[in-house]
């Protein structure tokens, strides 16, 4: 286990989770704003997948269920489910070896 991996993929996950609700906020809020927001979420989408991939590396997860995570990463409900239960598993991880962990991630 690689636990600079977790702790950056973990606080990169806990961003994304706001800002998926943020998006999700402003899609509901301003719908002139489509294609700015449609962008946005791209990018959101990416930094979630950029941020999984961290934490399951560092978690030791198999490619296999890599591909499982991006997958999932892509269907709008279970993508914070997803991310959620990753990042708890980081936290669970990190606090085992000794980290302090808050709301976004290690201190």
Not at 5 to 27: E, H, M, P, R, W
């Amino acid at each position: 286990m690689n636990l600079e991996d977790i702790a950056s993929g973990q606080k990169i996950v806990i961003y994304t989770i706001l800002a998926n609700f943020l998006v999700s906020a402003s899609q509901r809020s301003a719908p002139e704003l489509g294609i700015t927001v449609t962008i946005i979420s791209f990018l959101v989408t990416a930094a979630a997948i950029y941020g999984a991939y961290r934490l399951c590396t560092g978690l030791g997860y198999s490619t296999s269920i890599k591909i499982l995570v991006v997958v999932l990463l892509f269907i709008p409900l279970i993508n914070l489910v997803t991310l959620i239960f990753l990042s708890v598993k980081g936290t669970k991880v990190l606090r085992n070896a000794g980290y302090e962990v808050g709301l976004l991630g290690v201190k």
